[in-house]
């Protein structure tokens, strides 16, 4: 599964690459002139420090972009990287199987669990299958018959969330989304095994939390997790499509920021650069924590893996 | 179509132009006079308040406030309102082309609210109801960390007192000014609907003019039943995100609770000089039914962060 295409560089990356560049070339001509040796070792040293102080200090909107990497591994590859033999499940059972959401039976370290999350695809082809992540509603009543599976036989459920939201269209209007994600959020409130949730892209709005309602919640490093996206943010309080960066940083939508308010339990190490630079790192680091997790949760009954996850979520909220 | 028809179609035609282009200027004017926004017929703000803020000529429902409503719905002097003190803070420091702070003030001085929504215990035609109120004038009727926990309150409050719950929706959707604590509020009122429906409580949402975005996506959606207003705009997404998507134009009757009606959303849509009276034989069809059978269960997760003693409406300062 991992990629053999060099990572595509961001736009905050572009320093590194000319720098890369350069580097690249002074190789060539390494065999004419011995001498460049010297020169090429401070320019190594120089680029591994701006690399560093690079990724130290990202903006939001760095993080966001991150997030949003094409060569950002995906759900699938998580699932395969898990378990090479995992069985998926399609459909809803009431006439669609929605590509955006993706749905299976995994083992992971010796633990089975129901396995659901959201898939924006690779190629052009791919991704316009897959709705670019954005799930329908039977997307939702897909992942919703796989919870209803889940309890029955008490296999715990494992959710990865990347999208930018459930998909605003006539059809998903029509199909009523709101009330698939309600009745997700209701359901998955109160099944009684345990749920962990990993963002591993970006965790945008109802359509995350639609299978985001569980007793652990991760996000990788370099995930967001917001309740509108930026641009949404940014063209309904500044009226302004340039102002996405102001939106991310007034949102506070780096995982960082979500473990400060309290959302979520664990932030997972990427890879430096994103998780696009090694994919068998970031799955290898993100299978521990989720191992981890279960462990832990698989000691609580039924009655009380229920009621931690509902009073974890009673506990939300900033009043006075 | 001989002479005289077409001067009196022309004398039509112009009045129908001059009521268009009839500006509604002052606020002395507006509080005295009212145009209706669908037939612009003038009404006077009196009578349309006496015939509940309902156009009587082509029966285009105003946008009502937390406070008409309960009025129009609780019996007379029966509210008691529920944690009428609870404010929002400010947990993201949010600051966008104003604090979110100064934005409140600003929301509270034009709503005379603390919140988006009113929260309380009432009768209904001398039945105990829980019944939560939002006002879209308050902030966009958004749902922050105040809104979730008022409702969810006030869920466990009809929990504990087995008694229906009613919430009227009116709500642009999460308060972004609050990020991702917003969003956790669809999760908390939606977990604590689960258990109030475990334990066999009657929950009916009303939908009215406009509810969008997570309120949609969690309480207003979850009801046994759900009641729509008429004309009412209801949906996840709005219009003109939709529009921008998928690069065409709408139907115009898209997302109204009539298209909704026929699209299987909703139960019923009840114009508003009716919605009392539905919701209490609704309530009496279900009296005795399901709450004694199954609610030893699930009543325990009541307890904790219950409601605070409930206050007249009068007491609010």
Known sequence: MATDKKPIPLEFEQPLAILAQNMDALEKQLSDNPELEADLDRMQEQYNSLKRSLYLNLRPIDHLAIARHPQRPYTRDYFSAWDPNWIELHGDRKGVDDAAMVGGLLEIDGIKVVAVGTQKGRTLRDKQHCNFGMPQPEGYRKALRLFRHADKFKLPILCLIDTQGAYPGIAAEEHNQSQAIAENLMELAGVTVPVVAAITGEGGSGGALAIGVANRILMLEHSVYSVITPEGCASILWRSNDKVSEACQAMKMTAKEILQLGVIDQVIKEPLGGAHHDYQAVAANLKAAIVLQLQELLKLSPKEVRQHRQDKFRAFGSFR | ?317
């Open chain 2, 1 to 317: 179509m001989d002479l005289k028809d077409w001067f009196a179609s022309r004398q039509k035609r112009r009045e129908i132009q001059e009521v268009i282009t009839q500006p509604l200027t002052t606020e002395e004017y507006c509080a005295l006079w009212k145009q209706c926004f669908q037939c612009r017929e003038l009404l006077y703000t009196r009578d349309l308040r006496t015939n509940l803020d309902v156009c009587p000529k082509c029966d285009y429902h105003f946008r009502i406030g937390a406070l008409d409503r309960i009025e129009q719905l609780a019996d007379e002097n029966s509210f008691e309102e529920l944690d009428a003190d609870m404010r929002s803070s400010d947990p993201l420091n949010f600051f966008d082309t104003e604090a979110y702070t100064k934005r409140q003030d600003e929301a509270s001085r034009k709503s005379g609210l603390r919140e988006a929504v009113l929260t309380g215990l009432c009768k209904i035609e001398g039945q105990t109801a829980a019944l939560g109120c939002m006002d879209f004038g308050h902030f966009g009727g958004s749902m922050g960390s105040v809104v979730g926990e008022k409702v969810t309150r006030l869920t466990e409050a009809a929990l504990e007192r087995k008694s229906p719950l009613i919430v009227v929706c009116s709500s642009g959707g999460a308060r972004m000014q609050e990020g991702i604590l917003s969003l956790m509020q669809m999760a908390k009122t939606s977990s604590v609907l689960k258990t109030f429906n475990d334990a066999g409580g009657l929950y009916i949402s009303i939908l009215s003019e406009p509810t969008f975005g997570g309120v949609t996506a969690s309480f207003a959606m979850l009801g046994d039943f759900i009641i729509a207003e008429p004309g009412a705009r209801i949906g996840f997404a709005g219009r003109r995100v939709i529009e921008q998507t998928i690069r065409q134009k709408l139907p115009a009757d898209f997302q109204t609770a009539e298209y909704l009606l026929k699209h299987g959303q909703v139960d019923m849509v009840v114009s508003r000089n009716k919605l009392k009276e539905t919701l209490a034989r609704l309530i009496t069809f279900h009296q005795g039914a399901g709450t004694s059978a199954n609610a030893n269960n699930s009543s325990e997760n009541s307890n904790g962060q219950g409601s605070s003693e409930p206050k007249p409406l009068g007491a609010r300062n």
